[in-house]
């Protein structure tokens, strides 16, 4: 398995930076090879944005159109819904990662 936990110098909204999260969080599943995947939020309103399979025109919407395309060209084979409060390992990296001073990729 694997996991990254980086900071961002970049001020996005909420919602972008879910989005970005999630896009970063395929990737690596991608690249170490630890695909079929299901890649999970506590971000209902990006996951639902997400499944819609809808593009958006919004800020979030180019991302949003990364993601649905490396879904559907790729085995990551889910993107659900976990509430914060259950989610512990993605509540730990978040911490690590305001503690992060330069950025991996």
Same mark, same amino acid.
């Given at each position: 398995?694997? &996991?990254?936990? =980086?900071?961002?110098?970049?001020?996005?909204?909420? =919602?972008?930076?879910? !989005?970005?999260?999630?896009?970063?969080?395929? /990737?690596?599943?991608?690249?170490?090879?630890? !695909?079929?995947?299901? #890649?999970?939020?506590?971000?209902?309103? #990006?996951?639902?944005?997400?499944? &819609?399979?809808? &593009? *958006?025109?919004?800020? #979030?919407?180019? #991302? !949003? /159109?990364?993601?649905?395309?490396?879904?559907?060209t790729s085995t990551i084979t889910l993107v659900g819904?976990?509430?914060?409060?259950?989610?512990? *390992?993605?509540?730990?990296?978040?911490?690590?990662?305001?503690?992060? &001073?330069?950025?991996?990729?």
């Amino acid at each position: 398995m694997a &996991s990254n936990a =980086q900071r961002l110098e970049v001020s996005f909204s909420p =919602q972008v930076a879910e !989005v970005v999260t999630i896009l970063r969080g395929i /990737d690596l599943a991608m690249d170490t090879c630890l !695909v079929p995947a299901i #890649v999970e939020s506590d971000a209902l309103g #990006v996951v639902n944005l997400i499944n &819609s399979g809808h &593009s *958006v025109s919004a800020e #979030v919407g180019m #991302v !949003v /159109d990364d993601i649905i395309h490396r879904i559907r060209t790729s085995t990551i084979t889910l993107v659900g819904f976990v509430p914060r409060k259950t989610n512990f *390992v993605a509540h730990y990296l978040a911490k690590i990662a305001l503690t992060v &001073s330069e950025d991996p990729f």
